[in-house]
């Protein structure tokens, strides 16, 4: 149970002419589930490795329960790591890679060896802890890398995507898996991943990154439903959000906007009072594909709500919805069709626009409009 | 499905089979003819032809190649000289393969300013000919002392294995996952734990390699042998020239062939002992973590 913050860290590695880290200011409560996001090479595992004391940092302070620790070694700061290719020490069995940690910290062999059961009944590998890592299966490493780490009770838990090696199935599992073992011991973890489900689902809040710098920093649901910036609002959310330029206009009934389907009728979609200060300018709305559905009775006369013809060019049944794919202004736009109401390509289909989760965003700054 | 996955005959199998047994036989004619020679008569050999069994097996040849024959001015056989190898090869071996150990950790984990450049610098000792550096590693031999000693021979060979082993051990532990040593360092060991407990022990199939390369070198050396020892502390290398060298009169040739394979033998028991660890190592490159 350890509060980390993060403040203004910086990093530029020896040789590189461009800065990786670019000032990341991150307060992470204690026991707090942190998600770090972002794409290949926005320096997600150097944020961690600066954190874990791997790295050293250019600039900025890492404070761990108010003490500063950016100058301690690795192992003065209590902190375990998971590697995303576990790095189990190939010629120790389970057992003594578990114990490896507490032996270098000197504590009596029967308390290790509680330490080892403990962890191990945890984890259920029990039956695992006289092999060697090359006699396991890929999930069971990871379950030993996941044992090394719990096994000292550190300050903070870093996950650098532990769960990206395993196969879809083991994925789900060991994600609930860790979701429980926080629920119970309530440590500190800060956790990158690749995978949208594992961020939406595990994390208290998410911070997303893009070329060493903060996009957002908020819970699943604020960064899902009001994405800071165009790059968070295509990050999150598969598939990703519909992006439509278009023009505010004052009609008689409000704000609105007007598209075109692929055979030129034109949709009128109704557009909040509150972006009466971009009227004649044009602004980028941001749809989910949820939003753009089946007609449904329900939403039928509300506000913010809009109707048009669309021809449907592909379809994506995924289980749960189809995913259509249709044309309004010359872009692809995905909806999401409940698959009681069966489309098919080549179809012409009338679809409901619920624009009141709509995100707007400038065009020049590419930020969100806060209404 | 069967017939088509056996095929007891075929003209390329035949090929293939027939220009490797002749390789091999080509290769083990020399040492069928040193074995045979060594365990005949001067007499035997004299008359009869090369490839032909002794008309009388002994081993006198052997006895009098490792405790009678002249070499040079005393007549003790070369065993003097094969203890002394041993002296001089197993020291050597051991430091300079564990000083490489150490150095190709450092050199792949614990990168510093400079290091490659360092490194660089230490791979052209793999190139500097045996020759080049006679005179200048005599005059730093007769400073420390070590001149015409054992030891003398050993840092002489450690200093010029060192290269070799550095390169050997670094390009193997590149291949070792850099989280290890990041997941050991969160687990609080330090520089030297996670030499000795993490690196070391994944270690087995290099220092073979190692071993196997360096005291290949180090025993069948004779330049230096020759150069930087004298009398009670020359290898056997120099002890067979000096062997076959002298004598006067009629050559023996079992002698000196009892003596050649005297010399060769160990090499040859460490390639069988460990042979298998030498293309393994080789081959496999990384460790599967
Ligand atoms: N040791 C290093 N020396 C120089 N540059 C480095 C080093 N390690 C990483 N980088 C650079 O820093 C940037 C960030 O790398 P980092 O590994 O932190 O990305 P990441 O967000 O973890 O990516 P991924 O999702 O692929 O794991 C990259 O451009 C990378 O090339
Ligand atoms: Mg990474």
Redesign the pocket.
């Known amino acids: 149970m350890s509060r980390l913050e993060l403040r203004a860290i910086r990093k530029t590695?020896?040789?590189?002419e461009?800065e990786?880290l670019k000032g990341i200011d991150i307060d992470i409560n204690s026991g707090e589930f942190l998600i770090l996001v972002?794409?290949?090479?926005?320096?997600?595992?150097?944020?961690?490795?600066a954190i874990a004391g791997l790295?050293d940092i250019s600039q900025g302070a890492i404070v761990i329960d108010g003490t500063d620790v950016t100058t301690l070694e690795p192992r003065d700061r209590d902190i375990a790591m998971v590697f995303?290719s576990y790095a189990l020490y190939p010629t120790m069995t389970v057992r003594e890679n578990i114990a490896f940690g507490l032996r270098i910290r000197r504590q009596p062999k029967e308390e290790i060896d509680q330490e080892v059961q403990r962890v191990a009944k945890l984890l259920q590998i029990e039956p695992l802890l006289d092999r060697k890592p090359s006699q396991l299966s890929g999930g069971q490493q990871q379950r030993v890398a996941m044992g090394r780490a719990l096994a000292r009770r550190p300050k903070i838990y870093l996950f650098?995507?532990p769960l990206s090696n395993l196969d879809a199935k083991l994925r789900v599992e060991m994600r609930t898996e860790i979701k429980r073992l926080h629920r119970r011991l309530r440590t500190t973890i800060v956790y990158?991943t690749?995978d949208q489900i594992e961020a939406m689902t595990l994390a208290d809040r998410i911070a997303v990154?893009k070329d060493?710098e903060l996009q957002q920093l908020g819970t699943p649901k604020e960064v899902y439903e009001t994405p800071a910036n165009l790059f968070v609002a295509s990050f999150i959310g598969s598939p990703a959000m519909n992006f439509i330029p278009v023009t505010v206009q004052k009609g008689d009934r409000g704000l609105h906007a007007m598209v075109k389907s692929d055979s030129g009728e034109t949709i009128d979609l109704p557009l909040p009072l509150a972006l009466s200060a971009y009227e004649n300018k044009e602004i980028i709305l941001g749809v989910r594909p949820e939003h753009i559905t089946q007609i449904q009775a329900h939403k039928e006369g509300q506000p913010l709500v809009a109707r048009g013809r669309l021809t449907i060019e592909v379809t994506e049944p995924t289980g749960p919805d189809v995913i259509a794919l249709v044309n309004i202004n010359g872009i692809p736009v995905h909806c999401r069709i409940d698959p009681d109401h069966p489309v098919d390509p080549g179809d012409v289909a009338e679809l409901m626009f619920d624009m009141s989760k709509t995100s707007y965003f400038d065009p020049a700054t590419e930020q969100r409009i806060t209404l | 499905m069967t017939e088509m996955v056996r095929k007891p005959f075929s003209f390329n199998r035949v090929l293939i089979y027939t220009v490797l047994l002749t390789a091999a036989a080509v290769y083990l004619v020399p040492l069928v003819v040193m074995l045979l020679t060594s365990f005949k008569t001067l007499g035997d050999i004299s008359s009869g032809n090369l490839m032909a069994l002794p008309t009388h097996w002994t081993m006198h040849a052997w006895h009098k190649a490792w405790s009678t024959a002249c070499t040079g001015v005393s007549c003790e056989g070369v065993h003097h000289f094969f203890w002394n190898s041993f002296k001089m090869a197993i020291p050597a071996v051991l430091i300079s393969t564990g000083i490489g150990a150490f150095n190709g950790y450092v050199f792949s984990k614990w990168r510093f300013r400079g290091s490659d450049l360092i490194f660089s610098m230490m791979l052209f000792g793999c190139f500097i000919p045996f020759q080049v550096i006679l005179l200048p590693m005599a005059a730093t031999l007769g400073k420390m002392g070590l001149a015409n000693t054992t030891a003398g021979l050993v840092v002489v060979h450690v200093t010029y294995g060192v290269a070799f082993t550095t390169l050997f051990f670094r390009n193997y532990y590149v291949g070792v996952p850099d989280a290890l040593v990041k997941a050991a360092r969160l687990d609080g060991a330090g520089f030297f734990t996670i030499f000795f407990r993490i690196m070391l022990p994944m270690s087995v199939p290099i220092f073979m390699v190692c071993i196997i390369w360096q005291f290949t070198q180090i025993w069948n050396d004779f330049l230096f042998g020759v150069v930087f020892a004298s009398g009670d502390s020359q290898p056997i290398t120099v002890g067979l020239n000096n062997l076959v060298n002298t004598g006067t009169g009629v050559k023996e040739y079992n002698v000196n062939m009892a003596a050649a394979l005297i010399a060769a033998l160990p090499t040859l028991v460490v390639y069988v002992l460990a042979g298998k660890y030498f293309i393994r190592g080789l081959t496999a490159g990384s460790v599967k973590g």
């Open positions: 590695y020896g040789k590189a461009r990786t972002g794409p290949s090479g926005c320096g997600k595992s150097t944020l961690m490795n790295e995303q650098d995507e990158v690749h990154m060493g």
